[in-house]
């Protein structure tokens, strides 16, 4: 290899076998430096492979997905090889197999399920990638730097080593399997077995959906779009104005930014939110409270939490609908899926819906005027800035996060 390697070794409790990993893969690859990313172990994992010569990076637990992308920021540039904490046998041959990035193929099946994870998981790389593969959900993968610069940071979760791969299909990248004599421990068909695969499903299925990039680097399932679904016809709308914000948005920020530029989704959505408003309550102080209400949860959607944080606080004495946003909350505070525009647009509507019902017109126009106050504000100066600077306010929104 032309490229210097590093070689990222995700782990969560394998204090068993992480030692002997990390001691096969510095013998094999004398040159590289092995990163173990320790997902938040309740064992002697981050020492273990210490002491057997790794760099360790002890991280709160989030999902695999998100250790690997916090290895990759702390490998330095060059060609990566991913390998997960309870492989057996050698990856020599990996290095040669002549693509941007080379999965390893088991050449013999140990273990697993009844292959539906799989399966769907081919399936989802056919259609989004163009890609047929036989071995989706691999963990060994040499990762040149082109491929390194198109697939990270990688999808959270187990759907990583999925989306890497449509990641790398859709740049024109070529991707190579290798089939490899190797082994690891087996997932059993039992009642864990089970449940690790169904969240390899689960993640796999949101790997392939809508994906934001978080303010820690961190790329995580956009999941807002559930709060249109549960929220009747006129917040599902100003969730589809907002998804198309999460997909297709310019690096323009506040309203002045998308007015100068003209032709933003963000432009859409200060023009079509307020007419989903008029729509759904006919009146003006509607569009208003909906619009404004839309973009000031928008605006503090830009820490774990916050957003879904002011959405309940508010909701209460609203009477807004919870449930959705109870659900989300602990996912989101974890940084393991983000609201996005989507989400974030959603809840202001459906605080603005509930406004038009529980306000008279004039507490209707003090809560216009106090939301206008706010967005002004956040065009000038950072709102998150000052919720930190506040004792109270910064505690309560430190409050669950990581």
Known sequence: MDEPLTILVPARDEEAVIGTTVTRLRKGFPQAEVIVADDGSHDRTADVAEEAGAVVLRLPRRGKGQALSAGERAAPPGTLLLCDADLQGELDALLHGGGDLNVAVFAERVGGGFGLAKRVARELIELLGGLEVREPLSGQRVVSAAARNACFPVAAGFGCEVRMTIDAARSGLRVREVELALGHRATARNFTGFVHRARQLRDTIYACGPLGVNFRGVRLPLVGWKVGVTGGPAVAAVSALGLADDLWSGPERGFLAHLRTRRTTGVLKLVGIPAVGLLATRRVSGALLVGLAANALNQLDTRPGRALKAYLFAAVPLGAPVGVAVLLLPYDLREMAMLGD????????????????????????????????LTVLGERKSIGAWIERAPVLSWIDRLGRV
């Open 342 to 373: 989507a989400g974030s647009n959603a809840l202001g509507a459906l605080l603005g819906l509930n406004s038009v019902k529980r306000f008279t017109g004039r507490g209707q126009w003090v809560a216009i005027g106090a939301l206008a106050g």
